[in-house]
């Protein structure tokens, strides 16, 4: 018998160790089940340690993985008697190693190293920066071909703490194209022969390796946390974290309460914020995000844009937010920066834009009372430590391979 099967959440339909993001039934997120329904830890540094509920036969060596710390500054400022954070990052001295210094790392290698066990030869995927550099590093490291589609505004995010590889095909947009035509082209890209659609919220690995940020939390602490604060964008976070969660309640030893996932968004492009305030299933694009594109030039995270989220899709955010009893932020970018330099001054580490969203949302929650100060917080600073990797690596940008105008040009123009 194998390591894991997947289950559509909708149907009940289950289907064996692949790559597979659909269910032939019905529109539903699949989701894995383990055989292991304790979570055992092994040797391994990094992610490779949650090896237990990763859908990947071998197991993972990489040192990147998240680390969870008990806040002392920040939470004292807050007058918060257990706050944690999640770091996902680069910052060695407490022995947090993801050279992309962002927790799309932990989605990259489960999803390569099942890709490589499916058989798959070429993954394809958009991206709106951070994602596009951690599957670049992971493509980096293992020679395994990544075709990776780009707007104009992640081209910067696009670099790497190792040269370059022929592997790393990256395919920009110009200006004017966002994070959803980027999706549009890599979607036609993948059905080439030869390609695999990488999949996002769909993607079981991508969620799984995002979901050991909730596990390590878990192991840390001894106890599931009684709150979980991200930013998001399409939501797959939140929804990983649900996941591990209802593994970890399973399991026995951590917990019986799910913790409420406390989720932000960057204002003005906040479609899951508005229909969730709405008491809506759907988002409805005309209503939730009214001139889409000009809102998301405007957005200080870029990478929180997503104008096709998994949200209301069966196992989606929605659910998880049900399930959890769950809140929805609306952050502007003068709270995010305020947060942002904040969080730096007194945690002693840089962080990114979407983490900066995330410890805005904290701020609002305390102050709102939607936390008690002795209530045990996760805070998921999803990523940071960009200024303290360049001080011990040598940057490289990925240049473009090509660079497209109109998400509907004909493949062949592309010479992939």
Not at 5 to 32: F, H, P
Not at 114 to 122: M, R
Not at 173 to 202: F, Q, S
Request: charged share 25%; hydrophobic share 40%.
């Amino acid at each position: 018998m194998g390591r894991f099967i997947l289950k559509c959440l909708k149907c009940g339909r289950e289907y064996g160790q692949e790559y597979r993001l659909t269910c032939e039934n019905d529109d539903s997120l699949l989701r894995a089940e383990y055989l292991e329904k304790r979570l055992e830890l092994r040797t391994q540094p990094g992610i490779g340690r949650f090896h237990s509920w990763l859908p990947i036969q071998e197991e993972l060596t990489t040192e990147a993985g998240p680390i969870t710390y008990k806040s002392e500054a920040l939470a004292r400022e807050l007058g918060l008697s257990n706050l944690y954070i999640g770091f996902s990052g680069y910052w060695p001295e407490r022995g947090a190693f993801i050279k992309t210094c962002s927790f799309k790392e932990l989605e990259a290698y489960p999803t390569m190293q099942l890709l490589k066990e499916s058989g798959g030869k070429a993954i394809v995927l958009a991206s709106a920066g951070n994602t596009g550099r951690a599957f670049a590093h992971v493509s980096a490291l293992t020679g395994t071909d990544a075709y990776i589609v780009v707007p104009d505004s992640g081209i910067p995010k696009l670099w790497l703490p190792e040269e370059p590889t022929d592997s790393i095909h990256l395919i920009s947009m110009t200006p004017g194209n966002d994070y959803t035509d980027a999706i549009n082209l890599a979607g036609k890209i993948a059905k080439l022969p030869g390609m695999v659609p990488e999949g996002g919220a769909r993607n079981v690995a991508r969620r799984e390796g995002m979901g050991t940020v909730m596990l390590d939390a878990a192991v840390t602490i001894g106890r599931m946390p009684d709150h979980y604060f991200q930013a998001v964008g399409s939501g797959t976070g939140g929804i990983s974290a649900w996941e591990a969660s209802l593994r970890l309640r399973a399991d026995g030893r951590f917990g019986s309460k799910l913790p409420k996932l406390q989720l932000a968004q960057n204002l003005p492009f906040v479609p899951m914020y508005n229909a969730w305030k709405a008491g809506r299933r759907e988002i409805i694009p005309e209503i939730d995000m009214k001139d889409a594109k000009k809102q998301i030039e405007d957005t200080y995270a870029t990478v929180l844009t997503n104008r096709a989220p998994p949200y209301s899709v069966t196992g989606g955010l929605y659910d998880a937010l049900v399930d959890t009893n769950g809140i929805m932020y609306a952050i502007t970018r003068e709270e995010a920066l305020k947060a942002k330099a904040r969080f730096e001054s007194l945690e002693g580490i840089d962080i990114l834009p979407p983490s900066a969203v995330a410890a805005a949302s904290l701020l609002k929650a305390v102050e709102a009372g939607n936390v008690g100060k002795d209530d045990i917080i996760l805070l998921n600073i999803a990523g940071g430590g960009f200024k303290r990797l360049k001080e011990d690596l040598t940057l490289f940008q990925v240049e473009p391979a090509v660079t497209v105008n109109d998400p509907d040009v004909p493949l062949e123009e592309l010479n992939i």
